[in-house]
């Protein structure tokens, strides 16, 4: 058995990592808060003008079509993996990595590269596949113009030939205790596959086509501004679970610990009583 002050200096240790820990917890259930309304408040929006685009789009002939709606034969994926800059949040940056290299072996006959958004994919990925660019810088900042950047030179990327199809990889918010880990093409876009909608009667002012072209550019920024906010209340989600497990651990840890000092305490207690008493025994022979 470990002696007594040992176990003091590990009660000592599990308990500082456990304020620590708790800390971490209450600092990502603040943070959580205020990502969670503006990916709510956000994301009927986003869906919304998606929607509405590939309605649009799947009415356009193949002259009058986007740039960006162009279909044709893949040889290079680009994929955009979307991971924190820090960790200690659970699986949430593991099951992105995993699903990105689930994604790019779908694509063994391809050319694959990847635009990492958040240091930890960059530092997973960057081993075995080209990654193009480092995007972590976003979170420091993160706003819709930051990202819009991020976005036209994804776009500049399809257009030029550089990529024939962009995938996003990202954790998909739920609640706190649930990300869903989400695979969505970014381009090129893909047009609505239901007939009634893509059939609608609109009226168009001005044409059609300068109505598309506007639209996707706004459209395609704000699906990966979206993306990108679904990642970030998703990794403070993470995070606070994380960090709510890790201080129950600390606390069951620490109570036994204390149960393991008491009985040690208890038992060189008894074996103090035993030598005094043997020493008076000695004494009165």
Same mark, same amino acid.
């Given at each position: 058995m470990?002696?007594?002050?040992?176990?003091?200096?590990? +009660?000592?240790?599990v308990?500082?990592t456990m304020?620590?820990t708790?800390?971490m917890k *209450?600092?990502?259930? %603040?943070k959580?808060?205020?990502? #969670?309304?503006?990916?709510t408040?956000?994301?009927?929006?986003?869906?919304?003008?998606t929607?509405?685009?590939?309605?649009?789009?799947?009415t356009l002939?193949?002259?009058?079509?986007?740039?960006? %709606?162009?279909?044709?034969?893949?040889?290079?994926?680009?994929?955009? %993996?979307?991971?924190?800059?820090?960790?200690?949040?659970?699986?949430?940056?593991?099951?992105?990595i995993?699903?990105?290299?689930?994604?790019?072996?779908?694509?063994?006959?391809?050319?694959?590269?990847?635009?990492? &958004?958040?240091?930890?994919?960059?530092?997973?990925?960057?081993?075995?596949?080209?990654?193009?660019s480092?995007?972590?810088?976003v979170?420091?900042? $993160?706003?819709?113009?930051?990202?819009?950047?991020?976005?036209e030179?994804? *776009?500049?990327?399809?257009?030029?030939g550089?990529?024939?199809?962009?995938?996003l990889?990202?954790?998909?918010?739920?609640n706190?205790?649930? #990300?869903?880990?989400?695979?969505?093409?970014?381009?090129?876009?893909?047009?609505?596959s239901?007939?009634?909608? %893509?059939?609608?009667?609109?009226?168009?002012?001005?044409?059609?086509?300068?109505?598309v072209?506007? $639209? &996707?550019?706004k459209?395609?920024? =704000?699906?990966?501004?979206?993306? &990108?906010?679904?990642?970030?209340?998703? @990794?403070?989600?993470?995070? *606070? =679970?994380?960090?709510?497990?890790?201080t129950?651990?600390?606390?069951e840890?620490?109570?036994?610990?204390? $149960?393991?000092?008491?009985?040690?305490?208890?038992?060189?207690i008894?074996?103090? +009583?035993?030598?005094?008493?043997?020493?008076? @025994?000695?004494?009165?022979?």
């Amino acid at each position: 058995m470990a002696n007594l002050k040992e176990i003091r200096n590990r +009660i000592s240790s599990v308990s500082s990592t456990m304020q620590i820990t708790s800390a971490m917890k *209450m600092v990502s259930a %603040a943070k959580l808060k205020k990502a #969670q309304d503006a990916i709510t408040a956000m994301r009927p929006y986003a869906d919304k003008l998606t929607e509405l685009l590939q309605n649009l789009s799947a009415t356009l002939d193949a002259d009058s079509g986007s740039k960006f %709606a162009e279909q044709r034969e893949v040889k290079t994926v680009l994929i955009v %993996a979307i991971t924190s800059n820090r960790g200690l949040c659970g699986a949430f940056n593991a099951n992105i990595i995993k699903q990105t290299n689930l994604l790019a072996k779908s694509h063994a006959d391809k050319k694959v590269s990847v635009v990492a &958004i958040g240091k930890k994919a960059n530092d997973a990925l960057s081993k075995d596949y080209e990654v193009l660019s480092n995007e972590s810088a976003v979170f420091d900042d $993160l706003t819709f113009d930051n990202v819009a950047q991020i976005a036209e030179r994804l *776009m500049q990327k399809f257009h030029d030939g550089s990529a024939d199809k962009i995938e996003l990889v990202y954790n998909k918010f739920k609640n706190a205790a649930t #990300q869903i880990v989400t695979t969505e093409q970014f381009l090129p876009i893909v047009p609505s596959s239901e007939g009634t909608n %893509a059939n609608q009667d609109y009226i168009f002012e001005p044409s059609k086509v300068e109505i598309v072209e506007t $639209l &996707i550019p706004k459209s395609l920024k =704000t699906q990966l501004f979206k993306a &990108i906010r679904d990642s970030f209340a998703s @990794e403070h989600g993470a995070r *606070m =679970t994380a960090m709510h497990k890790a201080t129950d651990n600390a606390t069951e840890l620490r109570d036994q610990l204390k $149960l393991t000092y008491n009985k040690a305490r208890q038992a060189a207690i008894t074996n103090e +009583i035993l030598e005094i008493v043997g020493g008076a @025994e000695a004494l009165n022979n």
